[in-house]
């Protein structure tokens, strides 16, 4: 019903900065909240950031003043840019979108993951 792709993730060394896309797109008439969860290898999935219809936005301790979450409500898009990254952001970052479709039944779709690695 409602897919979600994402782009922007790779390698980047220790300080350096990474945007990170998500595109929705299917049978969409709302998008309340928008958000990005990561999960390092042998740990759970974790909240990263989440930003709500009103804009309101919410940050895991760990990335506050380094990362920021937007959306763009005309192209259905979220967005996280992350700066200053450490080794400890190393993960796969999966995007999360909540919201109301066309037939006016409820979505909670998930992204494939884009890899991030922080390393020298």
């Known amino acids: 019903q409602v897919q979600l792709v994402e782009s922007g993730g790779g390698l980047v060394q220790p300080g350096g900065s990474l945007r990170l896309s998500c595109a929705a797109s299917g049978s969409i008439f709302s998008i309340n909240t928008m958000g990005w969860y990561r999960q390092a290898p042998g740990k759970q999935r974790e909240l990263v950031a989440i930003?709500?219809?009103?804009?309101?936005?919410n940050y895991a301790d760990s990335v506050k003043g380094r990362f920021a979450i937007s959306r763009d409500r005309a192209k259905n898009t979220v967005y996280l840019q992350m700066n200053s990254l450490k080794p400890e952001d190393t993960a796969v970052y999966y995007c999360?979108?909540?919201?109301?479709?066309?037939?006016?039944?409820?979505?909670?779709?998930w992204g494939q993951g884009t890899q991030v690695t922080v390393s020298s």
């Open positions: 999360n979108m909540v919201g109301v479709t066309t037939r006016y039944s409820p979505y909670n779709s």
């Open positions: 930003i709500s219809s009103t804009e309101i936005t």
